[in-house]
């Protein structure tokens, strides 16, 4: 299994916005839901750090994950050119 987790620090204000994008069902989901191999999207808001959240997309391996992106990589990069004004810093 390959578990992907980021943090991300977003601009205050546009939490609602980033969970739309980053939940379980939002649009990185729905992306990543292309692959069969896909077993998950999770979001997580950190206590205490306004602005602070954890994702956690899970695939059957590493193969599946490359797939993904060989199958969709200019999907994948235009939804994160759209998400890039929604967070201030980003760690994988």
């Known amino acids: 299994m390959l578990v992907r987790i ?4 977003v601009v205050l204000g546009q939490e609602t916005q ?3 994008f980053y939940g379980p069902t ?3 989901a729905q992306l990543f839901a292309r692959s069969a191999d896909h077993l998950g999207t999770e979001l ?3 206590v205490g750090q306004p602005g602070r959240y954890l994702t956690v997309d899970r695939f059957t ?3 599946a994950w490359r797939q993904l992106l060989d199958e969709h990589g200019e999907d994948y990069d ?3 050119s759209r998400c ?3 967070t201030t810093s980003e760690v994988e």
């Open 26 to 28: 939002g649009s990185w």
């Open 61 to 63: 391996s590493g193969a």
């Open 6 to 9: 980021w943090q991300y620090d």
């Open 18 to 20: 980033f969970e739309r």
């Open 44 to 46: 997580y808001r950190a």
């Open 84 to 86: 890039s004004e929604l």
């Open 78 to 80: 235009e939804l994160d």
